[in-house]
């Protein structure tokens, strides 16, 4: 008997996939021999997270060739060096081109070993076990892999579906508060793109969410499991839908850009952009300040910031956010909210509202 909660399917014709939510399932070995048909897997972790929950998994994949390799945490170690080491032991193992690449980790570890996975041999099976909140409702599903480059984030990557993505709520007792915040921040983005009313969902249980009430916990991951889903059946490759994923990041990355890698939290970089986005999409009358408010405090009881920080200016902002890679024909594209639950991509607005918004956003307004 599995533990298995809830399965999301991901629709995409010969690329679709499950998406396994439930608690207990890093233990589960019936659902490894079921779902996982590979013999020979590698499975890539970090130091962090390999003494939680490395011997755990190793015990349910059960009887077969099992290789691991630990790499350091850190975003400042999303590197193509750093990746080499999985490449080194794919090699060193003799793995073929029937093996599985298995990610247990967060993101920086989920988005390295699916690189490594999409590029190894040109291609192998992956398999994602996501151990952070965030990497749960987000970085684990929807097949965007790749690592950092000096120059920028995520620069260099491929697209690659998992075959599986195996979430266990109970990985979530052990990550620290701010990580767990940072993930809500995700959880709080697709109630504001595409449901109003978990968006309400989440105001009235967020308590038991930082809590870490197990079926709260699972409601969320569940249904933002399923707008992601839908989203990325939608537009796999980011020609139009996917990219309301990005809300407030735009923002965000010019956040994270300016305090180098890891000094700001990814999520904690979006909420403070998804603050932005807000007050924009209301600058352009889309939103009235009740609105705004109204998800700014969202924001907050989420543990989560509405600022940028102190030290940015508008005119860091405009630059960091001019670079980034969703910049069209010079346009910078925004995400922004026609209302709440209802996001639209837009160049087509006047320069003059985005350097008003950023000012009126910065702590000090007169930056
Ligand atoms: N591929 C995508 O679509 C996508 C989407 C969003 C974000 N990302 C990427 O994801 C990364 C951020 O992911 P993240 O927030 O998971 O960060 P992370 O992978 O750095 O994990 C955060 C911290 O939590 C630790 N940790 C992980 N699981 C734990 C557990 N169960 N108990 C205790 N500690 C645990 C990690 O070791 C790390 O120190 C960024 O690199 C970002 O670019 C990718
Ligand atoms: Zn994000």
């Not at 081109?97 to 699916?114: I, P, T």
């Not at 969410?209 to 939608?234: N, Q, Y």
């Not at 490759?237 to 000094?263: C, D, K, M, P, W």
């Amino acid at each position: 008997m599995s533990n298995i909660d809830h399965t999301v399917n991901i629709d995409l014709q010969e690329r679709s996939y499950p998406i396994l939510i439930g608690s207990g399932l890093l233990a589960d070995a019936s659902l490894f021999s079921d779902k996982l048909p590979y013999r020979h897997i590698l499975v890539v972790s970090n130091e962090t997270v390999a003494p939680l929950y490395l011997d755990t998994l190793k015990t349910a994949l059960g009887n077969r060739l099992v290789e691991q390799v630990v790499l350091p945490d850190g975003e400042q170690h999303k590197t193509m060096e750093v990746m080499n080491r999985i490449f080194d032991t794919l090699m060193n193992g003799r793995f073929g081109r029937d093996c599985c690449v298995l990610a247990l980790g967060g993101g920086v570890v989920g988005d390295m070993a699916g690189f490594a996975a999409a590029s190894y041999q040109r291609g192998v099976a992956f398999v994602q076990v996501p151990t952070t909140l965030l990497a749960q409702v987000d970085s684990s599903v929807g097949g965007k892999t790749g690592v950092n480059h000096a120059l920028g984030k995520n620069m260099i990557g491929a697209f690659h579906q998992p075959t599986a993505v195996v979430i266990d709520s109970d990985a979530l007792q052990t990550l620290p508060d701010r990580e767990l915040s940072a993930g809500l921040a995700e959880i709080i983005k697709y109630g504001f793109i595409r449901d109003a009313d978990f968006l309400q969902w989440l105001e009235e249980n967020m308590s038991s969410l930082l809590a870490r009430s197990k079926p709260e916990l699972t409601h969320a991951i569940k249904r933002s499991c399923e707008i992601k889903a839908e989203i990325v059946a939608a537009d796999e490759y980011e020609h139009g839908v996917r990219a309301y994923l990005n809300f407030g990041h735009t923002f965000g990355h010019a956040i994270e850009t300016s305090q180098g890698y890891g000094n700001w939290l990814h999520g904690e970089a979006v909420a403070a952009g998804m603050s932005m986005a807000l007050t924009m999409s209301a600058r352009l009358g889309w939103l009235d300040n009740t609105e705004v408010a109204r998800g700014l405090a969202i924001i907050r009881s989420a543990n989560l910031p509405v600022e940028p920080p102190p030290e940015m200016t508008t005119d860091t902002f405009l630059e960091l956010m001019s670079r980034d890679k969703k910049v069209r024909e010079g346009r910078i594209r925004l995400v922004l909210l026609k209302a709440i639950g209802d996001a639209i991509v837009s160049t087509d607005y006047d320069d003059n509202h985005l350097s008003a918004t950023i000012k009126q956003c910065l702590p000090d307004h007169t930056a």
